[in-house]
């Protein structure tokens, strides 16, 4: 176990739903990251919070949002789905940077049909 | 261009041999560090070790050690005495100095153990 707590495990959705994905960070660790894993465009950063407040942005659609809640756990929304958002969602926590990496969840699998 | 390349899509290696994991970066900040995931089939992406750019010596943890040649920008990972549970996907990824926020990732090696 990692620390870092991610649900659901598996979501089945149909297209043009609305999903939300949920991330508990690791005790002590202010931010916390988002990653999709597809197999077409690999691991690509969607979103860093720190503390509460959005601090980098990545190839995040804007049919995504996300945010991160005053007890730092962080919800990532997805709308409007599209069979191209079938992936792999992680989300990862630090301490503040990613100085030295971070610690990922176990990820949601997120299969549009 | 590609920040970090792995050369190796996949690999096959005999149990109890030494394996090599090529990994190739690109940037011109001189303070960035280097890491290594490891992801086996049931999809957790697991920390393997970390290297600085500053660190003199190469980093080592249990059976991993990073073959750190600063001047080749090579970061190999090497896995002593294989075992059937290091099959998985292997990958390297980098952050640069000036991004205290974001790893930037290579496409990964598939390396599976032969008994």
């Known amino acids: 176990d990692s620390g870092v707590t991610q649900t659901p495990k598996h979501l089945i959705t149909a297209t043009g739903q609305r999903v939300t994905l949920r991330c508990s960070p690791r005790s002590g660790d202010l931010s916390v990251y988002w990653y999709q894993q597809s197999l077409d465009q690999g691991l690509q950063f969607l979103i860093q919070?720190?503390?509460?407040?959005?601090?980098a942005k990545g190839n995040i659609l804007e049919r995504f949002s996300a945010q991160q809640f005053p007890d730092l756990h962080s919800e990532l929304n997805l709308s409007s789905l599209e069979l191209g958002d079938s992936a792999l969602y992680f989300c990862?926590?630090?301490?503040?940077?990613?100085?030295?990496?971070?610690?990922f969840g176990s990820g949601t699998r997120l299969t549009v049909v | 261009a590609q920040k970090i390349t792995q050369t190796q899509p996949g690999m096959f290696v005999q149990e109890k041999e030494a394996v090599t994991l090529d990994c190739t970066y690109d940037?011109?900040?001189?303070?960035?560090?280097l890491f290594w995931y490891k992801q086996p089939s049931s999809g957790e992406m697991i920390f393997l070790i970390y290297q600085g750019s500053y660190d003199q010596q190469n980093a080592t943890e249990g059976r991993y050690s990073l073959n750190f040649q600063k001047a080749r920008k090579s970061a190999n990972l090497v896995i002593s005495a294989s075992q059937l549970g290091d099959s998985a996907m292997y990958f390297c990824?980098?952050?640069?100095?000036?991004?205290?926020?974001?790893?930037?990732w290579g496409a990964g090696t598939k390396l599976i153990i032969k008994p």
């Open positions: 990862a926590s630090s301490p503040e940077t990613a100085s030295y990496g971070y610690t």
């Open positions: 940037t011109s900040d001189p303070s960035y560090g």
């Open positions: 990824a980098m952050r640069e100095g000036h991004s205290n926020y974001q790893l930037i």
């Open positions: 919070y720190y503390n509460g407040e959005e601090r």
